[in-house]
């Protein structure tokens, strides 16, 4: 072996020198590689003990699944009519069967208008003035005031204070009687508050007062309200009875006889009334040309509409016309679109479905194949159920289908002769505990909950082959595809067995079986595996026999549930978790197999180090013969030269004698 510092050792001697010294080191070499070979079985035994881990905690797995009782209750579900339902359920619950009667299902709400020849007819109308020029001609012939509202209507309220008296026996509220009420100065103990909300229900009106005594009416859906009362009430309501609205801002406009559209439309949009508090302009006024010829003003929001506090409201002149604020609500939500005059059945349409405020409505223009009149408009709620119900304010002319005459829209059956109402007729997962059922149609049927034990089975099976597994491993008896590309020795040398004649490994296998073998004292017929028809071979390996564990779980399911799980009224456990616990043991850091783990390397560490040791002994050792090697073959040089000039002298010293 070469020592990589001297390359022409032996040439001045003519002797080997350097195959000698290589020769020399290599036996000495032999202790290195002997170390190291002890290494390589050390290193395969960390490995195998690592695999037997692994195979462990898949044995474990096993156990741990078996010790669940949800494992224990694998449910499906069947139905006997499935053109009624149809349903789905997790694990965990017992057997157990429903009826199910369904009487309605839960609908969309829809409304239709009137119908008509064309989708281009007018669906709000434009007013018939008669003017024909909106610049030349006088629209007004005397004094007279325009007044506008501006925003919602909410409610009215008393102009004064609420004074000390009772209303009459015709006072009445949108034409629902009050009738007769005594009342307190400022109605201090809510008498007159309180008789009006008694009958809000019926007239759509609550009412309150404040600490001055005025007294507010509002509607829910912001319609007007009416209030009937004589001279008594009147007396009652402020002295005068007059009432003020809210929720709105008032403009008034005065009029002057000779003024034209463009006069009237310059003074509405320049009047200093038509502000908010922070002087932004309300209503817009604009002369429009109808479809009729005649011209118009038309008021719309300046703010570009479509909210709540965007509604015009005029009236008592028929030039002039405001845009319609129409609310389309669902449950809490509203839709608000500003429609101008004109608008067409075609154009609300697009209007509703491109409103980025659509709270779940479509709108269409569908032909109902009548010759004469055969296009409606349609509204339809996109969700089922009362909540998804269509409420409308200012969109007269349509008629309610589905749910008209207070129909329910919710989904209604029965459970086992319990009712139930439901907005939707899919994913109704609230009635009966760990099951999904979706309606399909009116009808009865029967919904079962069954119990199948495929995966407890399965669980079984595979915790056995992992036993079995963990053994051939164990005695090298595993069955691997061949590599051909192998070499005989390495071949060999694959299939030594790193775990032959390991009595750790060995007690790994007989803790197993004697852990698989459990009896349980429980007073079922079901105690352990060999009653399902565990078998142990002569070599070791573990078998069940199916047909009997089938039997087992068929005649007696919760014995066998009971035998994983144990009985904890009696405090015993069952065999799942002996298992997982004494597995889990086994891997721990002071198992079997760690602790061979751990012992193989803390040797492979004493080994690498004398390897170091001793690699660093030969290498000193041998740089040093190197170099007394290197003096040698110089001196044998010498001594070979001198005995080459002696000889030579010699020779012709015997040369010179023979003459």
Do not use: C
Request: proline residues 1%.
């Amino acid at each position: 072996m070469a020592t990589g510092s001297i390359t022409s050792l032996g040439i001045g001697s003519g002797l080997d020198l350097q195959d000698i010294l290589d020769q020399l080191k290599g036996v000495d070499e032999t202790r290195i590689t002997a170390k190291k070979n002890k290494k390589t079985q050390f290193q395969n035994q960390v490995d195998a003990y690592n695999t037997i881990n692994a195979k462990l905690f898949s044995i474990k797995s096993d156990a741990l699944n078996l010790s669940l009782a949800s494992n224990f209750l694998d449910n499906s579900i069947s139905v006997t009519d499935e053109d009624v339902i149809s349903a789905t359920v997790g694990d965990g619950y017992d057997e157990s069967s429903y009826s199910v009667d369904v009487t309605q299902k839960a609908k969309r709400n829809s409304w239709e208008s009137a119908a008509v020849g064309s989708k281009t007819d007018t669906m709000f109308t434009e007013p018939a003035s008669g003017i024909a020029d909106h610049d030349t001609t006088a629209v007004i012939s005397q004094n007279e005031a325009l007044t506008m509202y501006y925003g919602t209507y909410e409610g009215i309220s008393t102009d004064n204070s609420i004074a000390a008296g009772t209303t009459d026996d015709t006072f009445a509220i949108n034409g629902v009687n009050i009738g007769i009420v005594n009342i307190s100065d400022k109605d201090s103990d809510n008498a007159l508050v309180n008789a009006i909300n008694f009958r809000t229900e019926e007239h759509g009106v609550t009412a309150s007062v404040n600490d001055d005594g005025i007294l507010t009416l509002k509607s829910a859906d912001h319609s007007d309200i009416e209030v009937t009362m004589d001279a008594g009430t009147q007396a009652v309501f402020g002295g005068t009875g007059n009432m003020s609205n809210t929720g709105r801002e008032q403009i008034d406009i005065s009029l002057t006889p000779g003024m034209t559209l463009d006069e009237i439309a310059d003074k509405v949009n320049n009047s200093s009334s038509n502000k908010d508090e922070k002087g932004n302009q309300l209503v817009n006024a604009s002369f429009t040309r109808g479809d009729n010829g005649d011209y118009y003003i038309r008021l719309s929001p300046a703010s570009g509409g479509n909210s709540a506090d965007s509604e015009i409201t005029v009236a008592g002149f028929d030039w002039v016309a405001a845009d319609t604020t129409v609310a389309i609500g669902q449950d809490d939500s509203t839709m608000y679109l500003s429609v101008a005059p004109g608008t067409t059945y075609e154009e609300m349409t697009n209007l509703i479905n491109g409103s980025k405020d659509n709270t779940g409505v479509t709108a269409a223009m569908i032909d109902n194949g009548d010759s004469t009149n055969p296009y409606q408009l349609t509204l339809t709620s996109d969700e089922t159920g009362e909540d998804a119900r269509i409420s409308l304010a200012n969109l007269a002319g349509l008629t309610q289908v589905t749910g008209a005459g207070a129909q329910s829209l919710n989904a209604e059956f029965t459970v086992n002769g319990i009712s139930y109402s439901r907005q939707s007729n899919t994913s109704i997962n609230d009635v009966i505990t760990g099951v999904t059922f979706d309606l399909k149609n009116t009808g009865e049927s029967t919904l079962n909950i069954d119990v199948n034990h495929d995966t407890v089975k399965e669980g079984i099976l595979s915790m056995i082959e992992g036993f079995n597994d963990l053994v051939s491993y164990i005695k090298g008896t595993e069955t691997e595809t061949e590599d051909t590309s192998k070499t005989k020795d390495e071949t060999e040398e694959d299939t030594d067995n790193p775990l032959d004649g390991s009595s750790s490994a060995n007690r790994i296998i007989y803790q197993l079986k004697s852990l698989l073998t459990n009896t349980i004292n429980l007073d079922t017929n079901y105690t352990s595996l060999t009653d399902l028809g565990l078998e142990i071979s002569s070599t070791g390996t573990i078998s069940i026999d199916e047909d009997t564990l089938d039997e087992a779980m068929a005649a007696d399911p919760d014995a066998i549930k009971s035998l994983f799980l144990g009985n904890t009224d009696e405090e015993i456990t069952g065999l799942a978790d002996i298992i997982n616990n004494a597995v889990t043991d086994m891997v721990s850091s002071t198992g079997i197999a760690t602790t061979e783990i751990d012992e193989a390397e803390a040797k492979i560490t004493r080994i690498d180090k004398d390897i170091e040791t001793e690699t660093q002994r030969l290498t000193k050792k041998y740089e040093t013969m190197a170099r007394e090697f290197a003096r040698l073959d110089t001196y044998i040089s010498q001594l070979n030269s001198q005995a080459g000039a002696l000889t030579s002298m010699i020779d012709a010293f015997s040369k010179a004698n023979e003459k």
